[in-house]
């Protein structure tokens, strides 16, 4: 139950658009939005700013649009190193085809139980867990009663929005996260065991 006594935290998470070379497992790769992947950006987020700051992911497909929006807007920006992408080692540059033509059963036990079958030189998902959600924790105990926008990755959003959920880490590739796509959650009361919902997913404001 969300706590009635406080002002409860908002905080909207919105994933990057499409980057130059279109859909591939980028992890690290530090490529920048595509012409296409401004205007979904720009699109989803209109002339709307409710937010009290701004937090990025400093890969260039992230934090290019935040400082754009937090210079528009006359917001704060920070860069959060933690909230970068999952890196996928060995497969990072390859689209899914290309990997699934070159390690078949390995995509699959990847997508399976990605907890155990972890792509070659890829991070752990336990290690990209951790991070995360140390990042998330953070946000909730130095800016409780704001209203955040965080730019960053779909991997970075299910982790959070599965730890909101209490789902179970080998499920995480079952939330869809879509370019440009905005999640809303709600935190009511302070610090990150306080009560939180998912208010809306995938949406545009």
């Not at 996928?88 to 990997?99: I, K, L, S």
């Not at 995360?132 to 130095?142: G, K, P």
């Not at 879509?178 to 065991?193: L, V």
Request: one cysteine or more.
């Amino acid at each position: 139950m969300l706590q009635s006594n406080s002002i409860p935290t908002l905080i909207d998470l919105i994933r990057h658009g499409e980057p130059v070379g279109g859909r591939r497992y980028r992890g690290h790769l530090d490529d920048p939005l595509s012409e296409k992947g401004w205007s979904q950006m720009r699109a989803a987020v209109g002339e709307h700013c409710p937010w009290d700051r701004i937090i990025s992911s400093p890969l260039k497909r992230c934090a290019e649009f935040a400082y754009e929006l937090s210079q528009r807007q006359g917001r704060p920006l920070q860069l959060e190193e933690r909230l970068k992408e999952i890196s996928f080692g060995a497969w990072e540059g390859y689209t899914a085809a290309e990997v699934m033509a070159r390690e078949t059963e390995a995509l699959r036990r990847f997508y399976e139980d990605p907890v155990r079958h972890t792509p070659p030189g890829a991070e752990p998902l336990l290690k990209f867990r951790d991070r995360v959600i140390a990042a998330w924790e953070e946000l909730l105990s130095r800016h409780s009663g704001e209203h955040l926008l965080v730019v960053a990755h779909a991997g970075a959003m299910r982790m959070v929005i599965r730890h909101v959920l209490g789902m179970p880490l080998e499920t995480i590739f079952r939330i869809h996260v879509p370019n440009a796509g905005i999640s809303r959650i709600q935190i009511g009361g302070n610090g990150p065991r306080a009560g939180s919902q998912l208010i809306f997913h995938g949406a545009s404001l």
